[in-house]
C-alpha cells in the first residue's frame, strides 16, 4: 500500500492492544477529535521507552486537547511485560508484531548507517536525546522487532481522514511531546 498523507482515509487496520482490547482504527478514532497513532519500534528500544514515559507523564495535555494516543510497537504483551513489569500508561499500546501497521502504512526500516542524522541540528538533537536516555538507565532488548525500524506518527480525525502524517527519514526525525501538542493545537484552528 503507498503512504498516507493528510486528506486521505486513514486504513481501517484491526489490532489489538496491550490491556487485550480488540478494535480497529475506524472504531478507534470515533472517541475523541483526534487520534495519534505514534509508530515506534519495541519496548527493547531504550528510546520508545524513552517517549513512552514522556508521554505518560504529559497525556493529561493531549486528554485537555480531546486527542487519544495509540503507541504502536512491534512488542507482544508478554515481550513488554518481561521488559517493564506490568506496563500501566494512560493510553493505549498496539501489540503489531505481526507488523500490520508498518506494512499498510508503507514505514519502512533503513540500513544502520542511514538511521542516523547528518546535519548538526539532527546531532545535537540525538546527542541530547542520547544523554537523557542514559540518565533513566533503560534496559536494552534485542531481537524481538525490525532493529532498523523508522518512526512514523499520524494524526487522524474524528472521520478517520488524516490531519498530519509524518515519516522520518533517520531515527531522531519524529516530533517530540511538547511538539505534537504544537501540532494538535495548529490542526484545532483549522
Known amino acids: 500500500m503507498p503512504r498516507v498523507t493528510a486528506g486521505e482515509l486513514f486504513p481501517d487496520l ?16 470515533k472517541r475523541r477529535k483526534h487520534t495519534i497513532f505514534w509508530v515506534m ?7 520508545c521507552q524513552y517517549d513512552i514515559d ?3 507523564g504529559q497525556y493529561a495535555r493531549f486528554a485537555n486537547k480531546d486527542a487519544q494516543v495509540y503507541v504502536v510497537l512491534q512488542s ?19 501489540c503489531d508484531t505481526e507488523h500490520a501497521f508498518y506494512k499498510a502504512l508503507d514505514i519502512r526500516a533503513a540500513a544502520k548507517e542511514d538511521r542516523m542524522p547528518s546535519t548538526p541540528e539532527g546531532l545535537a538533537r540525538l546527542k541530547a536525546k542520547q544523554e537523557a536516555v542514559a ?3 533503560y534496559q536494552r532488548k534485542a531481537g524481538e522487532g525490525e532493529a532498523q525500524q523508522l518512526p512514523a506518527l499520524f494524526i487522524v480525525d474524528a472521520e478517520g481522514r488524516v490531519e ?8 531522531i526525525d519524529i516530533p517530540g511531546v511538547d511538539e505534537l501538542l504544537e501540532l494538535l493545537d495548529s490542526l484545532g484552528t483549522r
Open 54 to 56: 514522556l508521554l505518560a
Open 76 to 94: 507482544s504483551r508478554a515481550s513488554i511485560t518481561g521488559l517493564k513489569g506490568e506496563l500501566q500508561v494512560p493510553f493505549d499500546v498496539v
Open 14 to 29: 484491526s489490532f489489538e492492544t496491550y490491556a487485550g482490547e480488540s478494535c480497529t482504527a475506524g472504531q478507534a478514532v
Open 164 to 171: 498530519y502524517a509524518h515519516y522520518a527519514v533517520h531515527s
Open 135 to 137: 540518565a533513566r538507565n
Open 41 to 47: 519500534r519495541f519496548i527493547g528500544c531504550r528510546f
